[in-house]
């Protein structure tokens, strides 16, 4: 299945993006981000893996997303501040894994 065509609601303790999302296009994470947070049952978890970075690029025919903190933050901020009681129950944040390049994690 497609991240696209994720349908459930409140179905998930948790989801396990590692290294999967970053296959998604720049312009479909909004929705994509929305669909995932509304799978998630109050108080689920997810977690989300990219190649560290800022854009879209082709390597070998497979498009990459590569995403930083900074990003990620971005696109939780305004999927957050989509309203609706799933995303409201849902709030996402972001943890700081080791190793990780950024440091300025809110």
């Not at 799978?39 to 025919?61: I, T």
Request: hydrophobic share 40%; net charge neutral; with cysteine.
């Amino acid at each position: 299945m497609r991240f696209q065509d994720l349908a459930a609601v409140e179905r998930y303790d948790g989801i396990w993006c590692c290294a999967s999302l970053l296959h998604v296009s720049e312009a479909e994470f909004p929705g994509v981000m929305t669909k995932l947070a509304m799978a998630l049952k109050p108080g689920g978890v997810g977690y989300l893996s990219f190649k560290h970075g800022r854009g879209e690029r082709e390597k070998d025919g497979r498009r990459f997303t590569d995403m930083d903190v900074a990003g990620l933050q971005k696109l939780i901020d305004w999927v957050n501040t989509l309203g609706g009681d799933i995303l409201t129950t849902n709030k996402m944040g972001i943890k700081r894994e080791v190793g990780s390049e950024d440091t300025a994690v809110k």
